[in-house]
């Protein structure tokens, strides 16, 4: 009987232990879901900071769309160059910190006009799919306001991460009234995805032009971001002295 009682204790401790081990799994795993699902919408609710990366573009530079590409430079500049970009491409986001400074005195000098390409092509890879294209459309809209850079700069600067939540529309929106845009137009733009379709039809042309395509390395090529062209050529933008080579 007594050893009846101690097998039916020691059975006792093992369920217990047991449960306990299942309960320790699970607050694990509920407090990994919190964890995953806060860290993934960390940009939820965030007022997107427009003074975190100021444009410092003179006052009689012109910031204009055409088409879906955004034009920021003087009249006469002799040289140009065209950046392809994804607001969410985090290389992107590096090509921007380390020569925005240097494009913008560029563009100041009247030296240097830029085309930039808003290019949706990371627009699965946010958490929802969709901001990649919200983005590129509302950056058009800020170019009809004569406010591209700034607004431009500011969504660089506070960029989100690949494969989390972008910002939505109305942070978009408040976005552009931070950077000092009034048209009612640019919210109507933002909302309505003015150039949704235009954008991703030139996106279709910007992944099938053979120009455009780089190397890889491990037999991998095709279009990628951030793209630099000068005179139709590819610009090897990870040379330091890039942009003074194409300023001559």
């Known amino acids: 009987m007594v050893a009846q009682a101690r097998g039916a204790s020691g059975d006792r401790r093992k369920w217990i232990i047991g449960v306990g081990a299942v309960v320790v799994v699970v607050v694990l795993v509920i407090g990994g879901v919190i964890w995953t699902i806060a860290d993934r919408n960390q940009t939820e609710g965030q007022v997107i900071n427009s003074g975190a990366s100021t444009s410092a573009l003179a006052g009689d530079v012109t910031q204009k769309r055409d088409g879906v590409v955004a034009i920021v430079g003087k009249t006469g500049a002799k040289a140009s160059i065209d950046v392809y970009a994804d607001f969410l491409c985090p290389i992107c986001g590096e090509f921007e910190k380390q020569y925005k400074g240097q494009v913008e005195q560029a563009i100041n000098d009247g030296k240097l006009q830029?085309?930039?390409?808003?290019?949706?092509?990371?627009?699965?890879?946010?958490?929802?799919?969709?901001?990649?294209?919200?983005?590129?459309?509302?950056?058009?809209?800020?170019?009809?306001?004569?406010?591209?850079?700034?607004?431009?700069?500011?969504?660089?600067?506070?960029?989100?991460?690949?494969?989390?939540?972008?910002?939505?529309?109305?942070?978009?929106?408040?976005?552009?009234?931070?950077?000092?845009?009034?048209?009612?137009?640019?919210?109507?733009?933002?909302?309505?995805?003015?150039?949704?379709?235009?954008?991703?039809?030139?996106?279709?042309?910007?992944?099938?032009?053979?120009?455009?395509?780089?190397?890889?390395?491990?037999?991998?090529?095709?279009?990628?971001?951030?793209?630099?062209?000068?005179?139709?050529?590819?610009?090897?933008?990870?040379?330091?002295?890039?942009?003074?080579?194409?300023?001559?």
Do not use: C
């Open 114 to 248: 830029v085309r930039y390409h808003m290019v949706p092509l990371l627009n699965e890879r946010s958490s929802p799919p969709g901001y990649s294209l919200d983005s590129a459309n509302a950056a058009l809209a800020a170019a009809n306001a004569g406010k591209f850079l700034q607004f431009h700069d500011a969504l660089f600067a506070n960029q989100p991460q690949e494969g989390k939540r972008g910002y939505d529309k109305a942070q978009l929106i408040e976005l552009g009234k931070n950077v000092g845009i009034t048209d009612p137009a640019f919210a109507q733009t933002v909302n309505a995805g003015t150039y949704d379709q235009q954008l991703n039809a030139a996106f279709q042309q910007i992944e099938n032009d053979p120009k455009l395509a780089q190397d890889f390395g491990g037999g991998q090529s095709g279009f990628g971001t951030p793209t630099v062209t000068a005179n139709g050529s590819i610009v090897s933008w990870q040379d330091p002295d890039w942009l003074k080579k194409v300023l001559g």
